[in-house]
């Protein structure tokens, strides 16, 4: 596709029950990243993949928060036991890989995570 | 770590020009960019500055000053799809993996 694609683009959720969240980027890009970004705020980093390998996971805020992206392609945000601070909407974005230069990073539309 | 600041929200005038700030103290510099988003939507990439100066580019420039750790982005005859939140933010470097580091976002509102 033209650009970087998640679903679903809502998910309503009670709480206690898992969720998972999908993000397929841009053709060939190398780097996929998962932000969160609560109303009001900016995207806060969770995770980051070079291809299939989660390179840093330091953003992530508990062990129910879980991700991968097995293929190198698609990536999945799980998210178990969900809270109600966990409403929030997930970004993904993707950007080729070019060493020490920074690249710019494509977003996808996010998926509203509502926890009630 | 990252610390940066910019404005929640500010309002301006439809055909007028309207500059928003950012302030940032990192511990490793590796430039300084602007994403905009409006609601709802994915935000977008506006500007990247990693040397000192002015970048311009058709109505919106951006300004950089390392030294004093600030930047803005400069709209100018404002329209009012300019209506939306203006990310400013820096990317940790190779080490990081280029994760971004955002502003709160500051929520521009252009009115007639």
């Known amino acids: 596709g033209a650009g970087v694609s998640q679903s679903p683009r809502y998910k309503v959720a009670k709480r206690g029950q898992d969720v998972a969240l999908r993000c397929d980027p841009i053709s060939g890009h190398v780097s996929l990243f998962w932000y969160q970004q609560a109303l009001g705020q900016g995207p806060e980093f969770l995770t980051y993949?070079?291809?299939?390998?989660?390179?840093?996971k330091s953003g992530l805020p508990s062990d129910r928060f879980f991700a991968e992206r097995p293929e190198g392609s698609v990536s999945t945000l799980k998210i178990q036991r969900t809270q109600q601070e966990d409403s929030a909407v997930y970004l993904c974005?993707?950007?080729?890989?070019?060493?020490?230069?920074?690249?710019?990073?494509?977003f996808g539309p996010g998926t509203r995570l509502t926890v009630l | 770590g990252q610390n940066i600041d910019q404005p929640t929200e500010m309002t301006a005038t439809e055909g007028a020009i309207v500059q928003i700030n950012c302030t940032y103290q990192t511990s490793g510099f590796n430039g300084l960019f602007w994403y905009q988003q409006h609601a709802g939507e994915a935000p977008t990439f506006l500007s990247y500055?990693?040397?000192?100066g002015l970048e311009e580019k058709g109505r919106f420039s951006s300004f950089l000053s390392r030294s004093k750790g600030y930047s803005y982005l400069l709209l100018k005859e404002l329209q009012m799809k300019d209506s939306a939140s203006y990310l400013c933010?820096?990317?940790?470097?190779?080490?990081?993996?280029?994760?971004?580091?955002f502003g709160t976002g500051t929520q521009l509102k252009v009115e007639l």
């Open positions: 933010g820096s990317p940790q470097g190779p080490g990081g993996g280029n994760k971004l580091t």
């Open positions: 974005a993707s950007s080729l890989l070019l060493g020490a230069i920074y690249n710019e990073q494509f």
């Open positions: 993949f070079q291809n299939e390998a989660q390179l840093d």
């Open positions: 500055n990693v040397l000192d």
